[in-house]
């Protein structure tokens, strides 16, 4: 269980946490694995958010999963990126958070974990919760704690 004050310092700093989906890379499930190849490419992050036609949160990608389809018995292969889609390699088994996080929940499973998709209750992509965030939140409560609490030495 978090401590009361920790929990109190980190909530005050709750509303940057998320990322809006409007600015956070994403593909479609549809979309064609040279496509998606593209993307990953190009903003350079590891995994990026799979969406479906309403927004819907589907999973993940990693280029990492696009390459090992390139993969072949004599050499690379990319002829697979044009015939397979997103869906057919993402990583389905995703955890997800709904808005109001519990930070414990959070902290948790960021430890394995760059981010966090946020969904709304309809399972709609609202964005993501990165560790970075929440590592700037954990150095302001480091350095902030005392400003706002008395801490006092056990024996």
């Given amino acids: 269980m978090i401590s009361k004050a920790v929990e109190q310092m980190l909530n005050q700093r709750k509303d940057k946490f998320l990322i809006p989906a409007e600015i956070v890379a994403n593909v479609q499930e549809t979309n064609t694995l040279d496509h998606a190849f593209l993307v990953l490419t190009k903003v350079k992050y590891a ?21 090992d389809t390139m993969l072949g018995l004599t050499g690379i292969e990319t002829k697979n990126l044009k015939e397979l889609q997103v869906k057919d390699v993402m990583q389905t088994d995703v955890a997800t958070i709904q808005p109001p996080y519990d930070m414990e929940e959070v902290l948790h499973e960021l430890v394995d974990q760059t981010f966090l998709a946020v969904t709304d209750e309809h399972g709609i992509f609202t964005g993501i919760v990165t560790r970075r965030e929440i590592m700037k939140a954990i150095n302001y409560l480091a350095h902030d704690l005392e400003k706002d609490y008395q801490l006092t030495e056990r024996e």
């Fill in 47 to 67: 995994k990026i958010p799979v969406l479906d036609n309403e927004q819907h949160f589907k999973g993940l990608l990693s280029l990492a999963m696009i390459t």
